[in-house]
């Protein structure tokens, strides 16, 4: 989601040696690639898979389907987060190396930086809140809500059902305004201090004021319901950037320590990302302890969406270094996906699945087959025109406007 997600072309912080003129799609990190295509892929998957329902009446093979189906509903929705991590290490690379280059941090400077990151994804999302406004006004009486425009729709309660995609994109947006705001801020009370202890002091208030907030609502709220009003709530879920801005400052630093110890890194946020999962699913699925005990259901409203994140960073240092995909066709997908991903996440939901795929029923097993294949290629299709007539143009513009070098 930068959901999000959100591929940007400018490098991370990147060693001396590989300082060297090369093409764009050389430009591109294999790995960070895939783990967006993946975000994305499981995000569609979490949102489409239900048209397959029909196919959990076959013998045994619907047995599949239906664990599938569950798993879907459970590990669909972290590719959200694994968005989050994506944009906090791609955004927070850019940020630092500017605070990093720029004698002085000025307001000016961040100006800029919030320039560059709203070309970037507000006038995509604007251009697919207004489709989906007269669409859903014209299908289902919808009126108009001012507040999405300001991406405060969900900044403190609950998200509103139109646009369920939007309330991850208020999350990115508040990140991009808050966090320059508050590194300017630093600066100035620690005057004196080195840019890498302002860097450190800075994230590590952030992380800490919202991970409080979180634990403060987990407390003191009655009947909390953890997707509606903490994982889709911003104030409740912007620290889930901030793991991948550490994991950048980690590069600016450490970048040694990290190569060393990548793969280590990643099996731990592999096995504990998936027994995170697995805990919590028994938890809901298997015994009434989250209704029942409150101390479950404090730890988990408080610390489910402050581990995942960990877990998904720890991915980020493997991914970064993977020089190649090694088979072509696989390659060329995955850098394809990952390139027309933020207009599939505005897309696939809101825009063809609800109004075109949700509520069609059929029990015809060939006939969900058709929908789901359908579906996809639909999916696919308008993304790659979105990306290409109103993306890709963008950030053409964006370009000009506001160019790289300014920083």
Request: proline letters at 4%; one cysteine or more.
């Amino acid at each position: 989601m930068e959901q999000v997600l959100l591929q940007e072309t400018e490098k991370p912080i990147i060693s001396a040696q590989e300082k060297k003129p090369i093409k764009h799609s050389s430009e591109r990190k294999p790995g960070l690639d895939a783990l967006r295509a993946i975000a994305i892929l499981l995000v569609v998957w979490y949102h489409s898979f239900g048209i397959l329902k029909p196919l959990f009446t076959i013998p045994v093979i619907g047995q599949v389907f239906k664990k599938m189906y569950v798993a879907s509903t459970w590990i669909g929705p972290l590719g959200v987060d694994l968005f989050f991590v994506l944009s906090g290490f791609l955004i927070g690379s850019i940020l630092i190396k500017i605070f990093l280059k720029e004698e002085r941090f000025t307001f000016k400077t961040i100006v800029n930086f919030w320039m560059r990151r709203w070309l970037r994804t507000v006038p995509n999302y604007y251009f697919m809140l207004v489709v989906c406004f007269m669409l859903y006004s014209y299908l289902y009486n919808t009126e108009f809500n001012w507040k999405y425009f300001l991406f405060i729709q969900n900044l403190t309660s609950a998200h509103p059902p139109f646009f369920g995609e939007a309330w991850s994109l208020a999350v990115e947006e508040w990140f991009y305004l808050t966090v320059p705001a508050a590194l300017m801020i630093v600066n100035y009370l620690a005057k004196g201090s080195s840019k890498n202890r302002i860097l450190l002091y800075t994230f590590s208030a952030y992380l800490i004021l919202f991970i409080s907030l979180r634990f403060v609502k987990s407390l003191t709220g009655n009947d909390i319901n953890l997707d509606t009003d903490i994982r889709k709530v911003v104030v409740f879920r912007l620290d889930a950037i901030m793991y991948g801005v550490i994991v950048a400052l980690a590069f600016q630093n450490a970048r040694a320590f990290l190569l060393k110890w990548k793969k280590p890194l990643a099996v731990i946020g592999l096995i504990g990302s998936f027994l995170a999962v697995a805990v919590v699913f028994m938890i809901f699925e298997k015994t009434n302890w989250y209704n029942d005990n409150s101390i479950v259901k404090l730890l988990i409203n408080s610390s489910f969406y402050t581990v995942m994140p960990i877990f998904f960073a720890m991915l980020l240092p493997h991914a970064v270094f993977v020089k190649k995909i090694k088979y072509r066709l696989l390659r060329d997908a995955v850098m394809h996906i990952s390139l027309i991903s933020y207009s599939m996440y505005l897309i696939h939901y809101s825009l063809i699945y609800i109004p075109f795929f949700e509520k069609y029923e059929t029990s015809s097993i060939s006939m969900s087959i058709l929908l789901y294949v359908t579906y996809w290629v639909l999916v696919f299709i308008v993304s790659a025109i979105n990306y290409r007539f109103i993306e890709a143009p963008v950030m053409k513009l964006r370009n000009r406007i506001s160019p790289e070098k300014a920083h």
